[in-house]
């Protein structure tokens, strides 16, 4: 029975799994990603294919540009962040670690 239950358990866990990898965001299909260099953007092109594929909306920029921000006037901006500039030793003016915190606090996604 114990057997039974865990089989059970495992394929249900699988299900949600395998639904959830293949899903586009509830939260909204605006992503920013932040690269160091706009060239660098290429070694991932295979990533950020796959989420163009799933019908995501990208902006790809450099960290270091100050005109990108997260927020305008109290509103998200973008739906999703992703940082592929993690040496990166200035970020725009609107990129500070409290806009990320912010960000994040009114729902955006970080990764």
Request: hydrophobic share 45%.
């Amino acid at each position: 029975m114990n057997l039974l239950a865990s089989l059970g358990s495992l394929l249900l866990f699988s299900t949600a799994w395998v639904c959830t990898v293949d899903a586009k965001s509830a939260v909204g299909d605006r992503v920013l990603v932040l690269v160091p260099k706009l060239e660098s953007a290429k070694h991932y092109s295979r990533f950020l294919g796959s989420l163009e594929t799933r019908g995501f909306d990208l902006s790809v920029s450099t960290a270091s540009n100050a005109s990108v921000s997260l927020q305008i006037d109290g509103e998200r901006t973008f739906d999703h962040a992703i940082l592929l500039a993690p040496a990166a030793k200035k970020m725009g003016s609107g990129l500070t670690p409290r806009d990320f915190v912010r960000f994040v606090d009114d729902g955006g996604n970080l990764m």
